[in-house]
């Protein structure tokens, strides 16, 4: 069966770095796995002992997020991470509880190296360039996450999310996996391309400008061969083997021997399993002399292989030939070993001396060796090559045996010995804590003796261990720890107890340890309304929109985040340090915030974080697999957390897309996601906060309405409004001043009902009134943008609808805020139905503060932010 996979384009093919490859995948390409409906699917359909993914990679630019090479989600994947270093996944990557498996050693370097990654069942390993550089166990959570079956294929992207998340920024070429794993220790990779019939190849993809699985069908056995001894001795038990053809018997064939001399076969019939290459074999001992043939029939339908001819001889003749064997590939300088073995028959009465000989020059150790009299055991001897060549090694006999045929042998030189190493390691470190630095061997074959290595630095701290070591006949790389005891600059070096060069000593850096401030419910954090679930754990929110802002003392801001539970493209903040210029983030473990130059005197500072965009091609509802989760706020020894005054008024704002910011930025493309695209901070609800000088809470969900279900399952409206996700509540301990609500754009795509728009409309507006019944509620109609999306007439019905529940709702609280010509055809759109962020700021920002402004009893101020 193959797996042919679909590129994204037929132009995303490059000339592969790798002479006779041809093409390989070029970066911002992908393939994924498809059957014949058109459904990403599984490369396997039953569960196997091991698995194995092999690839040649070139990265030579550091990527901006991780990059998968080939991966099945739920099983194993293969990818590289931002600085070249290599990774594997075992597990369900998109659940956030794989196991996460990284080289030692990073490939970003600009040059071809094959990688490949292996998965048994309990253990993962990582090799490059086919030497073992990582292994560990899998951990029993991410061992519970492993499915064969159900998981996505593809090569250079995360199957089944965006087309460009952890997307291929390298160039990928000759990916095969295989089942059983191939390699479990050190391997010499190939040098040409597999040609899809190596044992346990799942699949092949030279992409050589396609999608083409290369593994060649299996084709069943239609024949067998017979091998073994033609010279036998009475009594003497001789082996023969019996191999099929092709990829095996497609049934289990029986096998029976025969013989025209008188013996015994043991087994008397021989079974060729179904689908199984590897030869079987039998003895038989003959128990009269001669000469005779060996033969063999089958119960199936494979043709027999052409009968043996063979000779017996009896046990008290001598024999009359002999056998040499040994390597036909020699090293020049280094000895190999040859055996001379007598054949049939009896000992003979007397010593024979056999000689060797080589057309290359060479030397033979000893000159002679001896069968002795009496004896049939072999003897040994040793050829060392004098030069590089092509020859024939011979043998004569000093009585009348048959000498055997030569073997013909090639000597080449041998490879030099490496001199040279190099020192890797982080150039920025923190006091306290240890970092790794890795001692690697340079080009060149091992060393014929151990060389220690002894590391050294001007700055104060602890190496562990103090010294280490190369092993002889080793060039795997070597690593060693070093702490620093304080900050400071300073370099570290190695010497070495060898002759080998020594590398450049490292300049390094190291910074006062930092502390975590936490928790995240610390007063001193102030957070944006009915958006967040803060805990001393972490702070969660599922909208775009969102903020939190705190002052700070000290010389650094790290931020950590939980992204374990993310799927798809990561989510986007930014964070604004003293009004600054905003950096732009995505949501990662550990993020480190620069502090601007321009206020570095200062002696407090602000930081505010505002969650910009988030993908919402994932789960958004139940599980939260799209939310921001911001673990703690870490800064240097000693510094403190202070509040920044939040604004007296908070306005709780429930819309679609267009209150979260979807596609604010520029239209979506097969080049970018959905996050990248989309910036809540440009959409009119967020730019409120200034312009109004309020607290906002963003509520607000892609493609949902008060009827309709939107992307990533979120339910609509009348589920939402009091829930922060599935199972969570919105806090209304403190009710907004005023709560504004713009939904209804999606209600009228999907074409629901004037009755069904005004039922879900009045649930909600009921439910807010009885929650928070001081609070100003305004209903906005929704916007007109090009009609392609939403129609003229179904913004009519909607319109009727909400105008409706108003009147149904009778409450002096609510209030209907029209929206002709706020956002329209002739105004910059990313699709007719979003506006892009100068839309907002030109247009639609200012109609809303108009329309608002007197709710909040406070002096109109406009502002634009870029």
């Avoid at 599980?623 to 989760?629: F, K, M």
């Avoid at 730019?687 to 309709?708: C, D, K, Y």
């Avoid at 199972?727 to 609500?741: H, L, N, S």
């Amino acid at each position: 069966m193959t797996f042919n996979v679909t590129p994204d384009t037929t132009t995303g093919f490059a000339t592969s770095p790798v002479t006779g490859f041809d093409e390989g995948l070029a970066s911002g390409n992908f393939c994924w796995l498809v059957n014949s409906s058109s459904k990403a699917e599984a490369l396997f359909t039953t569960a196997g002992t091991s698995v194995e993914i092999e690839a040649i990679v070139e990265v030579s630019t550091a990527g901006k997020d991780n990059m998968i090479v080939a991966m099945q989600d739920g099983l194993v994947s293969l990818a590289i991470e931002p600085s070249g270093y290599v990774q594997a996944y075992v597990g369900a990557v998109a659940k956030g509880t794989s196991f996460t498996l990284t080289s030692a050693t990073t490939i970003l370097d600009g040059t071809p190296h094959r990688i490949a990654a292996t998965f048994d069942g309990s253990n993962v390993l990582i090799f490059i360039d086919g030497k073992l550089d990582a292994s560990g166990a899998v951990t029993s959570t991410a061992l519970a996450g492993v499915n064969w079956t159900t998981g996505q294929f593809g090569i250079g992207y995360f199957p089944g999310a965006s087309g460009t998340t952890f997307a291929n920024w390298g160039l990928i070429d000759e990916v095969a996996i295989f089942s059983p794993a191939r390699d479990t220790t050190a391997y010499t990779p190939e040098t040409v391309p597999y040609t899809g019939t190596e044992t346990g190849l799942v699949a092949l993809y030279h992409l050589d400008g396609n999608g083409t699985d290369s593994t060649v069908a299996a084709v069943a056995s239609t024949t067998y061969t017979l091998t073994g001894s033609a010279s036998l001795v009475e009594g003497t038990a001789a082996t023969y083997t019996l191999t099929p053809n092709n990829s095996g018997p497609a049934t289990a064939v029986v096998v029976t021997p025969a013989s025209t001399i008188t013996g015994t076969f043991s087994p008397a019939t021989i079974t060729l399993p179904a689908g199984v290459t590897t030869g079987v074999t039998f003895t038989f001992t003959p128990s009269a002399t001669g000469a005779g043939t060996i033969s063999t029939t089958n119960n199936g339908s494979l043709t027999d292989p052409a009968a043996l001819t063979i000779s017996v001889a009896s046990s008290s003749t001598p024999f009359s030939t002999y056998t040499l064997i040994g390597p036909v590939s020699l090293t020049v300088g280094s000895a190999s070993t040859f055996t001379v073995t007598p054949g049939a028959g009896a000992a003979n009465s007397s010593a024979i001396t056999i000689t060797p000989a080589s057309t290359v020059t060479g030397t033979f150790t000893p000159a002679s060796v001896t069968f002795t009299a009496g004896s049939t055991s072999a003897a040994t001897f040793t050829f060392t090559p004098g030069a590089s060549g092509t020859g024939d090694l011979t043998t004569t006999n000093s009585a009348s045996l048959t000498n055997p045929s030569a073997i013909a042998f090639s000597a080449v030189t041998a490879a030099s010995s490496f001199t040279t190493y190099t020192l890797t390691g982080p150039a920025a470190l923190t006091a306290g804590s240890a970092s790794t630095y890795t001692i690697t061997p340079g080009s060149g074959s091992a060393l014929s003796s151990a060389v220690t290595f002894t590391p050294a630095c001007t700055l104060g701290g602890t190496f562990s261990p103090a010294t280490v070591t190369l092993s002889a006949d080793s060039t795997t790389a070597v690593t060693f720890t070093f702490t620093p005891e304080a900050a400071g600059s300073g370099t570290l070096s190695t010497a070495n107890s060898g002759s080998l060069t020594n590398p450049a000593s490292l300049s390094l850096v190291a910074t006062a340890a930092a502390v975590q401030t936490g928790p995240m419910n610390n007063a001193a954090i102030t957070y944006s309304p009915w958006n967040w679930s803060v805990t001393a754990a972490g702070a969660i929110s599922a909208n775009p929109g969102a903020y939190l802002n705190f002052g700070f003392t000290g010389t650094t801001l790290q931020i950590n985040c939980n992204i374990s539970a993310n799927s798809g493209s990561m989510p986007e903040f930014y964070v604004v340090i003293d009004g600054q210029a905003p950096q732009l983030f995505t949501a990662a473990a550990t993020i480190t915030v620069t502090l601007p130059t321009a206020t570095s005197s200062w002696p407090v500072h602000t930081c505010e974080l505002i969650f910009k965009s988030s993908t919402c091609t994932a789960d958004r509802w139940s599980p939260q697999e799209t939310s921001l989760t911001i673990t703690n706020i870490v800064l240097t020894t000693g510094a403190t957390l202070s509040v920044i005054a939040p604004f007296a008024k908070k306005v709780l704002v429930y819309g679609d897309s267009i209150v979260e910011g979807y596609q604010t930025l520029q239209k979506l493309t097969s080049t970018t996601t959905d996050a990248e695209v989309s910036d809540a901070s440009l959409a009119w609800g967020y730019q409120l906060r200034n312009a109004l000088g309020i607290e906002v809470g963003i509520v607000a969900f892609t493609g949902t309405g008060l009827t309709v279900t939107g992307n990533g399952n979120v339910p609509p409206l009348t589920t939402t409004w009091n829930q922060l996700w599935n199972g969570q509540p919105r806090d209304f301990t403190v009710a907004p001043d005023v709560i504004v609500i713009n939904e209804g754009t999606n209600d009228g795509a999907h074409s629901a009902s004037e009755n069904a728009v005004q039922t879900a409309a009045v649930t909600v507006l009921q439910d807010l009134i009885a929650t928070c019944p001081d609070t100003q509620i305004v209903v906005m109609q929704p916007f007109q943008g090009t009609g392609s999306y939403f129609t003229t007439a179904s913004r009519v019905t909607v319109t009727t609808a909400l105008q409706a529940a108003i009147s149904q709702c009778a409450s002096g609280l609510i209030s209907w805020v029209p929206t002709d010509g706020w956002f329209t055809s002739a105004m910059p759109t990313a699709d007719g139905t979003h506006p892009l962020g100068v839309s907002t700021i030109q247009d639609i920002l200012p109609a809303a503060v108009t329309s608002l402004a007197p709710l909040m009893q406070q002096t109109l101020r406009v502002y634009s932010f870029f």
